[in-house]
């Protein structure tokens, strides 16, 4: 694993660390955190004076290549073989280029008849995804320089390792999943859903943790609010949604003002033990009523045995500083930050663990 640190210096202090045996392998420094990374983590591509340099970590060693990149375009948007070997980039011409870092030479040029190319990742020997004038993205054969066309508006496109899924985002900040063998798209709902956060695929790992399981959430019996917002419009903004499971749902307090003091409480109808809650803030139907309504910014959590905490609601993952034994949790709206065009203050969601 790659760790940077920064503050304010000229160098970026980074460090490999294995998260397996707690070890810190090594340190060393980088002159800008703009760089390509090659998938053995030991070799780094950065620009410097306009010149295009390889560092190799282990060695610590620069190197300085015959290269030049793009106007306008970042040496971090390069890619690195799977077996960091070589690198591929595109020129002023329309191609993709494959330079040879052992022989320091080009050994490749491939016309894709497009000046505006993305490569998003080279995930097997001779096979690779790019998107072509902002528009549609492609999968490349190397060898025969065949080019399949996956769709278009593909954000952030990441494959899988057997080249048989495909993770994206769309314009729109939803994330899907397409199966190249039979083009049956899936969406992911609500798991990477986090209004006021951009969320993007960006690397497709085999492990047999359960990353994507979630903590089993506590359920909730009765909810109700200090104050809630009038219907509007067959629209409901009663607080017993910030529990049925939906983002697009929500509670909005009703009184004048920006909702200082506003509470909602979550009873659980009998002794519950809870470690935190997770939050989504605002009213997240949408982006642009997520813009225009308040946001919740710290909160007070009170509990039944008389202990309270105070919460920084910046985070969707809001721990508390230990385990709980409580029969009920009220929310005290402390700040909130403005909205564009309204001064009601909402939350979407709330899921206690």
Known sequence: MLTNFSHQRSNIAAQIYNPLTHQTELKFELPTDEYALSPDLNQYLFEENEDIYLFRAK???????????????????????????????????????????????????????????????????????????HATTYLLTIESEERKPLGKSMLSPVISPGGQMLVYTDQDRNVFQLNLQNQQKTKFEDAFQRIGFEVHPVRWIRSSTPFMEVKKSTPVKRVTASSTLPDENKISYNANQLTDGNTKTGWCEGMKGGGIGETVTLEFGELREVSGINLINGLAQSLQTFKANNRVKSLKAEFSDGSS??????????????????????LTILEVEKGDKYSDTCMSEVRVF
């Open 309 to 330: 905490e105070i919460l920084n609601a910046s985070f969707v993952q809001m721990n508390f500083g230990k385990k709980v034994k409580t029969s009920f949790i009220k």
């Open 59 to 133: 060695e610590n060693e620069k190197t300085k290549l015959p290269l030049v990149k793009r106007d306008m375009y970042s040496v971090a948007g390069w890619r690195f073989s799977p077996d960091s070997s070589e690198l591929c980039f595109s020129d002023n011409e329309g191609n993709i280029v494959l330079f040879d870092i052992a022989n320091n030479k080009i050994i490749k040029k491939i016309n894709v008849s497009s000046k505006d190319i993305q490569i998003h990742q080279w995930f097997a020997e001779d096979k690779l995804i790019y998107t072509a004038d």
